[in-house]
Nanobody, 123 residues
Framework: QVQLVESGGGLVQAGGSLRLSCAAS????????VGWFRQAPGKERTFVAI????????FYEDSAKGRFTISRDNAKNTVYLQMDSLKPEDTAVYYC????????????????WGQGTQVTVSS
């Protein structure tokens, strides 16, 4: 059993930055790939980024490339999502998830989910 808790969301102006954190329980955190997803009101939850267990491999959906950076510190049981050059269309609840994570973009590829953190980008 793994528990995940997101933090770091908030209100930011377009062009600004936020750093989200995903803190995990468990002694075997490094075995899990961790993905970030987001969900805007009335829309489906969609894939944003993923990092593998040892942190050596990452992948981003197209709109996040060049703006977002996913990283992890397994000694702290934490995964981060650094978000720069934020746009109003990035507004959503952001979730982290852990699991086997393949296919990486599907929500049912992940066994454990956090409660989400709200990101709001104003124009």
């Amino acid at each position: 059993q793994v528990q995940l808790v997101e933090s770091g969301g908030g209100l930011v102006q377009a062009g600004g930055s936020l750093r989200l954190s995903c803190a995990a329980s468990g002694r075997t955190f490094s075995v899990y790939a961790v993905g970030w997803f987001r969900q805007a009101p009335g829309k489906e939850r969609t894939f944003v980024a993923i990092i593998n267990g040892n942190g050596y491999s990452t992948f981003y959906e197209d709109s996040a490339k060049g703006r977002f950076t996913i990283s992890r510190d397994n000694a702290k049981n934490t995964v981060y999502l650094q978000m720069d050059s934020l746009k109003p269309e990035d507004t959503a609840v952001y979730y982290c998830a852990a699991g086997s994570a393949y296919p990486r973009e599907r929500i049912d590829s992940y066994s454990y989910w956090g409660q989400g953190t709200q990101v709001t980008v104003s124009s």
